[in-house]
């Protein structure tokens, strides 16, 4: 009889959750511990956490086999070395934002391929200026995408992008999915890639690896006339870097919804760049079927444990996904 810790903060959702798994599989003994005290009275029996497990709570978890990591990209600390050294296997939810933010991408690329930031500078000033664009025109039949990171955003990422008749590029470490229509590649080969793209699309995680990876060196590799765009953690970009790029004429512009800080500080001169579009880290705000898909994930993984069947959405744990 698998006992289960939802972590706190406890919520409305997290209630409702647990009352699920109880209901749907009733041999599961489901705890909402409100303090750390009593995390800690339950965890030295317990089987499984939703949740993050601190190094002194994993202390006292002699029995514990299974963490479902609420995060597909949890915050840099989730992953500390006593955690990846333990034998708990740990699962994420990845997977369930995959349309979402690929549509999210789909729309920086239109935009940025049509000049849509110097239109809507015009619009906003009054302005009817039919050459208000000043990038060039950029045909996606005739564009190259290369993506960072083929997991399940970028490779829905890719078929949206083939879709409109693009060449897609790849570049993942891991390859999970079937992607007869994305050219692959290896991380080592990211170098020789850049300048073949009009678009460098960036979906990767933030790891030890990925950290700052997106620098001077490698926008200097890009077309002038390509785009940067990154929805997949801040901190893989040195926004200073990148800012540069932008001000010299490196590259042609950008579209962000991820930052190395967040809130971008209202410093920032991308604020204020013609060229550049941002989004406040809201790739799937409102969309109103993540939280089902996200519980589906869980509770998938809640009836495999229980049964002794190999778990979904497994992470390596030295990587951090």
Excluded at 12 to 29: C, K, M
Excluded at 228 to 251: H, M, S, V, Y
């Amino acid at each position: 009889m698998p006992k289960l810790i939802m972590m706190p903060p406890q919520n409305s959702e997290l209630q409702t959750w647990a009352e699920r798994i109880q209901n749907d599989i009733p041999s599961y003994t489901v705890v909402l511990p409100k303090t750390d005290e009593e995390v800690n009275a339950h965890i030295p029996d317990a089987d499984a956490v939703y949740g993050w497990v601190s190094p002194e709570q994993l202390l006292l978890a002699k029995n514990l086999r299974w963490l479902q990591s609420p995060a597909a990209g949890p915050a840099a600390g989730f992953y500390y070395p006593a955690l990846i050294e333990h034998p708990v296997v740990i699962c994420n939810p990845r997977g369930i934002y995959n349309d979402h933010i690929a549509q999210h991408i789909l729309m920086f690329v239109l935009a940025l391929a049509r000049g849509l930031p110097y239109y809507m500078d015009a619009q906003h000033k009054g302005i009817w200026d039919n050459n208000a664009r000043k990038s060039g025109y950029i045909d996606l039949t005739q564009a190259t995408a290369l993506i960072v990171g083929v997991g399940g955003i970028g490779h829905e990422t890719a078929r949206l992008c083939v879709e409109f008749g693009m060449k897609v590029l790849g570049v993942d470490a891991r390859w999970e999915y079937d992607v007869p229509f994305v050219e692959k590649h290896d991380p080592d080969n990211i170098d020789t890639l850049i300048p073949l793209a009009d678009f460098v699309i960036v979906t990767t995680p933030h790891t030890p690896e990925t950290e700052g990876m997106w620098h001077k060196d490698r926008f200097a590799l890009m077309k002038k006339t390509a785009y940067f765009i990154n929805i997949g953690r801040g901190k893989t970009t040195i926004l200073a870097d990148l800012i540069e790029a932008l001000e010299q004429g490196t590259i042609a512009g950008c579209g962000l919804d991820v930052f190395e800080v967040e809130p971008l500080p209202a410093g920032s001169p991308l604020w204020k760049m013609r060229n550049v579009l941002l989004t406040p880290h809201i790739a799937v705000k409102d969309a109103e079927n993540i939280s089902e898909r996200h519980f589906e994930v869980f509770l998938e993984n809640a009836r495999r444990f229980a049964e002794g069947e190999p778990l979904q959405n497994v992470v390596n744990k030295a990587m951090w996904y």
